[in-house]
């Protein structure tokens, strides 16, 4: 009697062992995988800043453009 207790009890750990290793290696990949999702927003990120530094340039650009332009209008005298 006491061997059929045993073994069902050592059928419910074996049972829950493997459920143990499953949810580990479930863990471990939702690590990776948020590890990944991470890197692609802090690389957003640094997409976003490069974009911004870029509009910034392009903004003193045109700026400047339209300094020299006014400029170009005085000396033709092509102001209104």
Known sequence: MTDNVDNLMLEHLKKF???????????RELKVRQSETHSAVLALR???????????????????????????????????
């Open 17 to 27: 062992q493997a459920t143990l290793d499953s949810m580990q290696r479930d863990i």
């Open 46 to 80: 640094r997409d976003q800043l490069g974009d911004a530094e870029v509009t910034a340039h392009m903004q003193t650009q045109m700026d400047r453009f339209g300094d020299r332009l006014d400029r170009v209008e005085r000396r033709l005298d092509l102001t209104n």
